[in-house]
């Protein structure tokens, strides 16, 4: 059975045990994006039933637990809730604690599923990074709420602050800086977080919060009684539940306070400000701090980036549409100037002796005939010896839109004829004449690949082009010639909007499989932005599995790209056949090492 399948209807089975322990209705819908409960139904998405990854299903594991287990038993959704946006997202962040540990308590290994969640979306990003969390760019709100979310996950939840400890730490650190001793005052009324009892207990708590937030309009305004001591004198905040409503904790204030009493004094005016923006933000402005959310639109984002890349994972072949443009001609001159000599003279020393069939005799081998079909005489058993490169080579170029990036410019000299005036030639000294054309990644990669084609072509040495976007095209085939590819006005297409290079790989060995030469090499020109990794690296190790020697040579220096393609190298064990160009004139000595190595 599919591995998706069996874990949905594993995650729907634990859903339905706990909705029916809880007298709830589990219902599966087309139209959902999140699993989700209102206290009467759990809701299930359907489309979670394609996510064929262990990741997504720890994370999907997570969720019914948190929907179903914690909010489906313990949450009031008759409670009234704050329409104010920052009350409102404290408030989440307190009533998922409380459900949490209350569905701890029921069951044991809750804990532990939410823990690996919070494992896995720390690792997708979700919660952010340490730069992001401290960057002073940061909106108020949403670092009041990224700090508030972080730290009490961190602190009170079992097993959470081995993946959000750092995250924590920095996040309370910035807050700390943006809002001095207000923040200090406001996570010592999350303490009370742990011991909450009821979702009104959570909206009370949350409406002190924010409350400890609000100061007067100027720090030496006299306030007015029971502002900011907590007293019974302070009205409710319209829209906040249960805000301000019955006396606070024996010896807690619901607002920082200095000896003598007045509230906000000590705080800069920055830190001021920055505690007013945060109250007054707006709901597009503050990120979600529901759990249930948060972990619903990563489960969603990361099953569709894979429908993606399985979709990358799918042949398709595309016509070319264009000549072969103008600046990889000019390219592949120059390129081929400086290659020639040192190339020629490392092909010369590779030069083999090897027994082939020959073209004449009288004993047919019948293990050779399918090769008439294809109009290859070799079928003789007479074997003669010869002297050549037994060597195929392929060329994959990458020419998707991620190599538009500039690498310099190229200087092309010509000589033209002496200008002349009325009377005659003003001289017969020829004008020089400079023309500079800039060179990006795509005129390196297709300019490197009809270089190298042309030099073996010169050696007789079989060469195939194929240039890779989201799909394939041959640009030049192992039976064409250099001069007619030149020559054709749909030579190539470019531009494409993804980067296969893991379906462009497996097309390449597939068509490099067929050869008889002895030695088959693929040399991949790309900058390493591969938009199906997990095939590419299958790739690589299938390429090992068959005896092909792989050289990849990087162009540009897209080290997140890089990076991602190495490692699928080295897990299919090509992990130092690689060079980087940086500019286009690196090129011709990575070529001659690939070939040293290689051919």
């Known amino acids: 059975m599919n591995t998706a399948v069996t874990r949905y209807r594993n995650q729907l089975l634990v859903a339905r045990i706990l909705s029916g322990r809880y007298q709830q209705e589990l219902v599966v819908s087309t139209k959902a994006s999140t699993a989700s409960t209102d206290g009467d139904r759990i809701t299930y998405p359907a489309a979670w039933m394609l996510a064929d990854n262990e990741d997504v299903a720890i994370v999907m594991d997570g969720i019914i637990d948190h929907e179903a287990a914690g909010h489906g038993r313990h949450t009031d959704f008759h409670a009234r809730r704050s329409r104010t946006p920052i009350v409102n997202r404290m408030e989440n962040i307190l009533e998922d604690i409380r459900i949490e540990l209350a569905a701890g308590v029921d069951w044991p290994g809750i804990p532990r599923n939410l823990a690996r969640m919070v494992a896995v979306l720390v690792r997708w990003g979700v919660f952010g990074n340490a730069e992001l969390l401290m960057s002073p760019y940061l909106d108020p709100g949403a670092l009041l709420c990224n700090a508030m979310l972080l730290n009490c996950r961190a602190k009170f939840l079992p097993g959470q602050d081995e993946h959000l400890g750092m995250l924590a730490a920095a996040s309370g650190r910035a807050a700390e800086q943006r809002f001095g001793m207000l923040w200090t005052e406001a996570w010592r009324l999350a303490q009370r977080a742990p011991k909450l009892t009821s979702t009104m207990e959570a909206c009370k708590l949350a409406a002190d919060i924010v409350k400890s937030f609000k100061l007067p309009t100027k720090p030496d305004a006299p306030e007015p009684p029971g502002v900011g001591n907590g007293s019974a004198g302070s009205e409710q905040e319209d829209g906040e539940a249960g805000s301000g409503s019955g006396p606070a904790d024996e010896g807690e204030a619901t607002g920082p306070t200095t000896p003598d009493g007045q509230s906000g004094v000590g705080l800069t005016p920055k830190q001021r400000a920055a505690a007013s923006a945060a109250v007054d933000s707006a709901d597009k402005d503050l990120p979600q701090t529901d759990l249930g959310d948060l972990a619903g639109a990563a489960v969603n984002t990361h099953s569709t980036d894979a429908r993606g890349r399985v979709a990358l994972q799918v042949p398709k072949a595309v016509k070319g549409t264009q000549a072969v443009p103008y600046s990889w001609q000019i390219l ?38 399918f090769r008439l079909r294809l109009g290859d005489g070799r079928v003789f058993r007479k074997r003669v010896d010869t002297y050549e490169l037994d060597t195929a080579v392929t060329l994959l170029a990458d020419v998707s839109s991620s190599m538009g990036g500039l690498m310099g410019v190229v200087d092309r000299v010509s000589v033209q004829a002496a200008p002349h005036s009325g009377s005659g030639y003003v001289g017969d000294t020829p004008v020089i004449a400079t023309t500079r054309y800039s060179v990006t990644r795509m005129d ?86 591969a938009g199906d990794p997990e095939m590419l690296a299958s790739a690589y190790a299938h390429a090992k599995s068959a005896d092909v020697e792989v050289v990849t040579i990087f162009i540009g220096n897209s080290t997140s790209g890089i990076n991602q393609t190495r490692a699928a190298m080295k897990s299919g064990g090509y992990a130092g056949q690689m060079s980087v160009v940086k500019s286009h004139a690196e090129l011709p000595r990575c070529v001659i090492e690939a070939v040293r190595r290689s051919i």
């Open 332 to 369: 592949a001159t120059r390129l081929r100037n400086s290659l020639a000599g040192d190339l020629a003279a490392e092909l010369d020393t590779l030069v083999s002796r090897h027994r082939s069939y020959g073209y004449a005799g009288r004993e047919l081998a019948t293990g050779k005939l």
């Open 444 to 529: 390196v990669s297709g300019g490197a690949a009809m270089a190298i084609g042309e030099v073996l072509e010169q050696f007789e040495i079989p060469n195939e082009v194929i240039g890779f976007g989201r799909a394939y095209q041959i640009i030049k085939s192992f039976d064409d010639t250099w001069s007619s590819t030149s020559g054709r006005s749909d030579a190539v297409a470019l531009g494409a909007s993804a980067t296969a290079t893991g379906m462009a790989m497996t097309i390449a060995l597939s068509r490099l499989y067929l050869r008889d030469e002895a030695r088959r090499l693929l040399i991949v020109l790309t900058d390493g932005e």
